[in-house]
């Protein structure tokens, strides 16, 4: 990395934190004070990068870029292998100019291997000792949120709500008759439908449990299927109390933008704050494709080759659409209520590509002609290449059948 780009203070990006805010850890039911992005920490794990990569000072010099641009929170987890440790060590080093107010920390609990038989522990026991360790690891005596991780792989499966497909029609409505097979219909909120629902149940009520205790901020939960997270959202508020934070992935992307449909149901359960993560789609929809592991199907892999090569062509990267896409579209719901956005990144210079893209394609344009909107439109004549580029990769994803398909996940 060059000496310039180590040294040199940023523009800030986003408002700095409040110098006041308390150390300590206070709880109220107030949505939590993100950044219009959320870093990604997952990259800090062996599943993105190698032991040499994380072993360097990369990680600390990418962390303290980020927080000078003003993305002051991250999002990770004790399932994402080495991360929590690497961000504890990269935090610790970089104390002096980022005391622990100034930033935000999010973890995760109840995910700990791959496989649903035996990487998920959601007793209470296990939640309580999960973030001890999560804090121990960071440093600090409270987390700023804190989900139960994958609770799909948990829960009951109700009406395929877990299985791959579409939830949306050409419109982007979801069906009274979907709603009542996904046992999403009106009276249904406090219906436990086995086993697996219990113990999302208890592990939420652990970390209920931490709030009131001062050692979590916001609870909430993270996962992929939208319509088993509504069940489950509805079912905690029935049964505990409503969330107040939730992620979802890989719902607002160029290829899938129906997080935006579920959104005011989300809402009506009680959903006090909803965080959108991976608008790349878990790294699938940039120059590379996915990983080896990316569960997108071969007709989606095929289609996302040829938006590459396709916008290749006129000397666009996809990952820059993307992005382009996710940071000015990310205002969901009929009351547009700004949705932070969590990406991933692994080093400095893909901080600085990542701010370029936003400032160019979000902070340049009118607030009103990017909440809510679909690829292709709005952000006016500023960005007409960026919305001709947003279209080219919808189409050939409408084309191939793959626009707003979703994988199966879960308890299948």
């Not at 799909?152 to 709500?161: A, D, L, P, R």
């Not at 901020?217 to 905690?236: D, E, H, I, N, W």
């Not at 049964?239 to 290829?255: A, G, R």
């Amino acid at each position: 990395m060059s000496t310039a780009l180590q040294d040199a203070f940023p523009t800030r990006i986003f408002p700095a934190a409040d110098p006041n805010a308390s150390s300590t850890s206070t709880v109220d039911s107030s949505i939590l004070p993100l950044p219009a992005l959320v870093l990604g920490a997952g990259t800090f794990g062996t599943d993105y990068n190698t032991p040499e990569h994380l072993s360097s000072s990369i990680p600390v010099e990418t962390l303290r870029l980020c927080f000078r641009y003003g993305m002051t929170a991250l999002d990770t987890s004790p399932y994402y292998t080495t991360s929590e440790t690497v961000v504890g060590r990269a935090l610790k080093k970089l104390s002096d100019e980022f005391p622990r107010s100034s930033y935000q920390l999010i973890t995760k609990a109840g995910r700990y291997g791959r496989t649903r038989e035996t990487g998920f522990d959601y007793s209470r026991e296990r939640v309580r000792s999960s973030v001890e360790k999560s804090l121990e690891l960071f440093g600090t005596n409270y987390l700023d949120g804190c989900y139960m991780h994958d609770v799909e792989f948990v829960s009951e499966s109700v009406g395929g709500g877990s299985s791959g497909g579409h939830t949306v029609d050409a419109d982007g409505q979801i069906s009274e008759e979907d709603l009542r097979r996904w046992g999403c219909a009106e009276g249904d909120e406090a219906t436990v439908h086995g086993p697996g629902d219990e113990k999302v149940l208890e592990a939420m009520a652990a970390l209920f449990e931490l709030k009131k205790a001062g050692k979590i901020k916001a609870v909430g939960f993270s996962g992929y299927p939208l319509p088993t997270m509504l069940r489950l959202a509805r079912l905690v508020a029935a049964k505990l109390e409503p969330l107040d934070i939730m992620q979802s992935y890989c719902h607002h992307t160029l290829q899938n933008t129906t997080l935006s449909s579920f959104t005011p149901y989300f809402k009506a359960a009680g959903v006090k704050q909803i965080i959108s993560a991976s608008p790349l789609s878990m790294g699938l929809l940039r120059t590379a494709g996915g990983q080896a592991w990316h569960p997108a199907s071969p007709e989606l892999q095929k289609a996302n080759t040829q938006a590459i090569e396709t916008l290749a062509a006129r000397g666009v990267k996809l990952e820059d659409v993307a992005l382009g896409f996710g940071f000015a579209s990310a205002a969901l719901g009929e009351d547009a209520t700004p949705t932070p956005i969590v990406v991933g990144l692994s080093k400095p210079s893909e901080v600085v590509a990542t701010m370029e893209v936003y400032s160019k394609i979000y902070l340049a344009q009118n607030e009103a002609a990017r909440k809510g909107r679909k690829p292709g439109e709005g952000l006016g004549e500023a960005n007409q290449e960026q919305l001709e580029c947003e279209r080219i990769a919808v189409d050939l994803f409408k084309q191939s059948g793959t626009y707003n398909w979703t994988w199966p996940s879960g308890g299948l």
